[in-house]
């Protein structure tokens, strides 16, 4: 009779160091340091602008246009577009959304 090993019979110590490299490894950091330079999201289609997990990568926020976003990096695709990876502000703190297309942001 074939037995399967269950979860629970891993240490506590273990699991707590696989969330810890999931994290890790999950790709944007969860906050920004500093502010950035303040944006405002202006996509000209009306449409949400998405916000990648890297310039020209896969899709892992949207945001709002009008939004104001804090600008933390600069960085290009491999055609040479420019990228900016972008912050809110959420209750005190500022949270990292993801990559977005220069010139969908007016920057202040």
Do not use: H
Not at 58 to 77: C, E, F, M, P
Not at 81 to 92: D, E, F, H, R, T
């Amino acid at each position: 009779m074939k037995t399967e090993k269950s979860l629970v019979n891993i240490p506590t110590l273990t699991v707590l160091a696989i969330a810890t490299i999931v994290s890790i490894y999950s790709g944007l950091p969860a906050q920004a340091q500093e502010s950035g330079k303040a944006c405002r999201v202006t996509d000209p289609t009306g449409t949400p602008l998405n916000a990648r997990l890297q310039p020209n990568g896969k899709v892992v926020n949207r945001l709002k246009n009008g939004r104001t976003v804090y600008a933390q990096s600069i960085s290009t695709d491999n055609q040479g577009k420019p990228w900016v990876l972008v912050a809110i502000k959420n209750q005190g703190t500022y949270k990292i959304m993801g990559y977005v297309l220069r010139e969908f942001v007016s920057c202040y």
